[in-house]
């Protein structure tokens, strides 16, 4: 933050109308949005399943990864980077992601094992650390892997809103500075259907969480 408040030119990416640019906006704003979803996916779901850590939480979005919250941040910061910087700041923000991270993840693989010594172990060798399988995301329903409730929703609403209008805020002004206003509308047309296509996969992932989980709860109470 520091090297960027100081040189902003060599970090920031210099506005322009070419096809390129727009593709990054919006493969920008697709990966913040998509990070936010993962994060209260995975938040939201060991909240409720967890037992106040009793349980290793094996489903939902930890049958994708085994860390559905940092992947969230990772794809969160790549598109932040996307829209905004250099394509070689991608090198940095990766390189401050695995030293942040990644020694983080593995001081808290250590607890799981000690805590669950059978089930985590078999766990690890089934689910992938941070990245998923395209094998496995394509076997299943999205939303078999990001459940997804509105209340666990409005809990992130304030950094969610935050970090999507500042970085669209900086966006903006460096497009508008550069092109002008009625350039820049034009323009942003990419950005708009890709926040319309994220606000109805929400809807469909919350309405498809709420009819599971009455599915769920009706066939207890059969067997009961």
Do not use: H
Request: include cysteine; glycine fraction near 6%; hydrophobic fraction near 50%.
């Amino acid at each position: 933050m520091v090297l960027i408040a100081f040189f902003p030119a060599q970090f920031f990416r210099k506005a322009s109308s070419d096809l390129s640019d727009e593709i990054m906006e919006v493969l920008g704003i697709a990966f913040i949005l998509l990070g936010q979803i993962l994060r209260v996916s995975g938040r939201g779901f060991k909240s409720e399943r967890s037992g106040e850590g009793s349980l290793l939480i094996q489903e939902g979005p930890y049958a994708l990864v085994r860390n559905p919250m940092y992947l969230g941040i990772l794809c969160i910061g790549l598109g932040i980077v996307l829209m905004l910087f250099n394509g070689w700041v991608v090198v940095i923000f990766l390189s401050v992601f695995i030293a942040r991270y990644l020694l983080l993840i593995f001081k808290e693989e250590k607890k799981l094992k000690a805590r669950f010594p059978e089930e985590y172990p078999r766990y690890q060798q089934r689910v992938p650390r941070l990245l998923p399988s395209l094998v496995v995301l394509s076997q299943k329903d999205i939303s078999e892997y990001l459940p997804l409730r509105l209340s666990w929703l409005k809990k992130e609403i304030g950094s969610i809103l935050t970090v999507l209008l500042l970085t669209l805020l900086i966006e903006s002004w460096e497009d508008i500075k550069s092109e002008g206003i009625a350039v820049y509308l034009r323009e942003t047309t990419g950005i708009f259907i890709t926040v319309l296509l994220f606000v109805a996969l929400i809807l469909y992932l919350s309405k498809r969480t709420e009819r599971l989980n009455k599915y769920v709860s009706n066939k207890g109470k059969t067997a009961l």
